[in-house]
């Protein structure tokens, strides 16, 4: 099953919860780039994930996804399930890009393993599973091409876009999700709820049309602040999320590069 990819076409700070960040952000689909995840049958003394070696099992999303939907559902079923089956995932979403490739992982992971055991969960349920482990696996719940996110990213609402065709960019660099936000809340905090409203209201194309890079993302200095290399493209290429993907419009002048 393909895991696709997100961006956020904007994204505004518009409160603190604790050690958290309430956002305004508009999240889109981007099916171009995805993971793919399978469930193998075979024989496993615990459960399995191949293909992403790099991660120890216990730090892994999928891992704790996992743990999560056991815990919610003391399914007996579930825990045998992966004694005859291991997870294998073909990874093509970088990590540390902006992408959500992780909770994209995390959320697929649990709409496979709900269908493949008929734990017959709704999807607010899964979501709220999703919520413990990543902020923005309840969006690739639901699946929805495009949505407001707002909260800590629990508060999801389908939206009517107009999204031009995107120009993807994948740079080499990996921005730390956790420091660039902490970066932000020490050098730039401040809030802007009626802006974040307005651009709420305002469809994709929109945005592209009225507002700067640095203006659509919040994150944006601060990820510049702590990936210098970023800065060049800050003119002219959106962010997504913490980064490091940029994108923009491919109406754009092909001369802003």
């Known amino acids: 099953m393909k895991a696709p990819a997100k961006i956020n076409i904007f994204l505004k700070i518009t409160g603190l919860r604790g050690n958290y960040h309430e956002i305004c952000s508009r999240f889109i689909r981007y099916d171009a780039l995805y993971d793919e995840i399978s469930f193998v049958p075979g024989t496993f ?22 743990k999560e939907l056991l815990a919610h559902t003391k399914s007996k079923r579930l825990g045998e399930f992966f004694y005859h089956n291991k997870v294998h995932i073909i990874k093509n979403i970088p990590m540390g890009a902006g992408l959500g490739g992780g909770s994209s992982d995390a959320a697929t992971f649990l709409l496979m393993a709900n269908k493949a055991v008929d734990l017959q969960l709704e999807p607010q349920e899964l979501a709220k599973i999703g919520a413990q482990v990543g902020a923005d696996v309840p969006f690739f719940i639901y699946g929805y091409k495009a949505a407001n996110v707002s909260g800590i990213g629990e508060k999801i609402e389908e939206f009517m ?53 640095l203006i659509a ?25 913490s980064g490091s993907t940029i994108f923009r419009s491919e109406n754009e002048n092909s001369g802003n590069k």
């Open 45 to 66: 003394t615990n459960f399995t994930i191949e293909g992403m070696s790099a991660i120890k099992k216990e730090h892994n999303i999928i891992y704790k996804a996992y």
């Open 217 to 241: 993302n919040d994150l944006y200095q601060s990820a510049i602040d702590l990936c210098p290399s970023l800065a060049k493209y800050r003119q002219n290429w959106y962010l997504s999320g």
């Open 161 to 213: 876009d107009d999204i031009p065709p995107l120009e993807l960019k994948l740079l080499p660099l990996h921005c730390d999700t956790a420091q660039v936000y902490q970066h932000y809340r020490k050098n730039y905090l401040k809030f802007d709820p009626k802006l974040a409203s307005k651009m709420a209201q305002m469809s994709s194309r929109q945005i592209f049309e009225n507002f700067t890079p």
